[in-house]
């Protein structure tokens, strides 16, 4: 019971209710929170990631540019007669190679079919073949940027520059070519060192050359690019795109990835970074949202316990009342109301007036029940009970108890010839005349439709004194019947016929009734408005 009770409890359905919608909410907080922080967070990271290629594009550019404008700066310098005298020229270039520090890989001049004439320092032919199939230049037509490589001594990475030397009239001389050292402070260097976040990195990439010239990665620096297919915004990159994206890198993992291009080399910078790093704040996000919503339903349901409990109280005060009265464990009464305002208030107040009605109706249904409808006297029940109270009461007492049988004469004609209205008037006023005759403690009672018995109580134990009394009633009965009755109007006159039996020891109350019926027809029988008695007094009459 106790089981059943929890179960089916408002306190219990409101808290699951409450459990439910809050666990509703928190999944599908759990569910749509990663796909908008998702949009938002990669717009804002590709946003992050194409400022940060840009500003490295933009540095590396303006690292080149500057390189090349000392190589044409020397150029223009260089005098176009050591061009013919090969070690006057390697002279001039080593007492100059110092001012170009950026340059610190060495000099070279090449005739304008690509013969070396000079080098500071000089470099032996395994480091000259080294350089030259690590370049790949054109001989007759060397690029400004050429191709980076290691080189064969120190393995360390190189990028030639070359600039046209030419003589006042524009003819091509020759062509100056300076080597830079990619991971010099400054150049490249922060960009084989530095990562973005944990994972994330940068590439440099030679589209012409298919070859990753720096990355964040040692082991990619100088390898080829993957081939096409491989990775979709790679082949956008070779071909031209630059902005950003989401991709899956070869090793098959998903980046979020910036390019933009240095225009002097024709290379492009790409930053990138996983997106399971970038996204991993979603993570937090979602697992903090399983946190706050756990908490959430269980302080809610802690909350409602004590809120619901109190709020309740009243209510289950209330109906615990209700069912005991329900059990006759306690009396019909109204319940407590704790706050008139509130929709417990208003139901216990609404029960309460409906138990009103409920007494008023069981009061007038025992009233109906024990009293004549038209008139209000007892009926029979009520006549019944209290003439076996007053033959007890008699019997215990050594008293008489009479009872007088009453009937209206003449009222047949009234309700014949007025209707029954008329005729229930004249009941009513009969009955009211009647009614003033009898004390508290006799009983007057409508038995049928003009017959009424009156129950006299506490008579003397003598025959004659008692009948006296009882004749004496009864007469004042007649009299009480002599005045015109106001309802209906211009009626017939009524009178009275009655009957009257005295009780005596061991008298059952059919029996007086029974006798007093058939005496009241001794006197209708005498002509009507009089009394007789029965048995004991068989003559007695008026």
């Known amino acids: 019971m106790t089981w059943l009770r929890w179960r089916s409890s408002l306190l219990t359905r409101i808290t699951l209710i409450s459990v439910v919608f809050i666990l509703l909410g928190g999944s599908v907080r759990y569910i749509l929170l990663p796909i908008y922080l998702e949009r938002g967070l990669s717009a804002n990271v590709a946003h992050q990631q194409e400022a940060l290629a840009h500003y490295i594009a933009a540095n590396l550019e303006q690292a080149l540019r500057g390189r090349l404008v000392q190589l044409e700066h020397l150029a223009e310098a260089l005098p176009p007669e050591l061009l013919r005298t090969p070690v006057a020229l390697g002279t001039w270039l080593r007492a ?73 009239q524009g ?40 070859l990753f010239v720096a990355s964040s990665t040692p082991a990619m620096v100088l390898r080829p690019t993957p081939a096409e297919g491989v990775n979709p915004l790679h082949d956008r990159a070779m071909q031209g795109f630059r902005g950003t994206g989401i991709t899956r890198n ?24 996983p997106t399971a790093e970038a996204y991993a704040f979603i993570d937090e996000v979602q697992q903090s949202t ?42 019909l009464t109204r319940l ?36 004549d409808p038209l008139t209000g006297l007892a009926n029979r029940v009520t ?55 009898v004390r508290d403690t006799d009983t007057l009672a409508r038995v049928g439709g003009d017959e009424f018995v009156i129950v006299l109580g506490g008579l003397d134990a003598q025959p004659e004194r008692a009948a006296g009394a ?41 029996g007086l009734i029974g006798a007093a019926d058939r005496a009241m027809y001794k006197a209708k029988l005498s002509g009507k408005g009089r009394y007789a008695m029965a048995s004991e007094a068989p003559d007695a009459s008026c």
Not at 156 to 166: A, C, E, F, G, K
Not at 406 to 433: C, M, P, Q, W, Y
Not at 484 to 501: R, T, V
Request: glycine letters at 6%; aromatic letters at 4%.
């Open 250 to 273: 070869a090793q098959g993992i998903e980046e979020i990835s910036a390019i933009a291009s240095v225009p002097s080399a024709g290379w492009f910078v790409v930053t990138r970074l």
């Open 171 to 210: 003819q091509l001389l020759g062509y100056l070519e300076g080597i830079s050292a990619l991971e010099k402070p400054g150049f490249l260097d922060p960009l084989m060192r530095e990562r973005i976040g944990k994972t994330g990195g940068f590439l440099l990439v030679s589209p012409q050359d298919r």
């Open 96 to 168: 100059r190679a110092p001012l170009l520090p950026e340059l610190s890989g060495g000099l070279r001049v090449y005739s304008p079919t690509g013969t070396l004439l000079t080098a500071q320092p000089p470099e032996s032919t395994e480091e000259r073949l080294h350089r030259a199939l690590g370049a790949m230049q054109t001989p007759d037509r060397p690029r400004p940027i050429g191709r980076p490589y290691r080189t064969a001594t120190t393995d360390r990475l190189s990028l030639p520059l070359s600039v046209p030397i030419t003589s006042p």
């Open 336 to 371: 407590p109301v704790a706050c008139p305002h509130d929709e417990v208030g208003h139901m216990t107040q609404a029960f309460n007036r409906l138990l009103e009605k409920l007494e008023h109706s069981q009061a007038e249904l025992r009233r109906q029940a024990h009293s």
């Open 470 to 510: 009882a004749q004496a009633l009864a007469r004042q009965c007649l009299a009480a019947m002599e005045p015109p009755f106001l309802q209906p109007a211009h009626s017939p006159p009524l009178s009275l016929s009655i009957g009257i039996a005295l009780s005596a020891p061991h008298s059952d109350a059919d």
């Open 290 to 331: 399983i946190r706050v919503t756990l908490f959430t339903a269980v302080a809610v349901v802690a909350l409602l316990a004590v809120i619901i409990r109190h709020v309740l109280t009243p209510l289950r005060t209330a109906a615990d009342c209700a069912e005991k009265m329900s059990r006759d464990e306690l009396p």
């Open 383 to 437: 006549l019944s009970a209290r003439l076996q109270a007053a033959l007890a009461h008699a019997e215990r007492d050594g008293q008489r108890i009479a009872v007088l049988f009453l009937d209206l004469d003449g009222f047949k004609t009234i309700n014949d010839s007025l209707g029954h209205e008329a005729g229930d008037a004249a009941l009513v006023e009969a009955a009211e005349r009647l009614a003033g005759l």
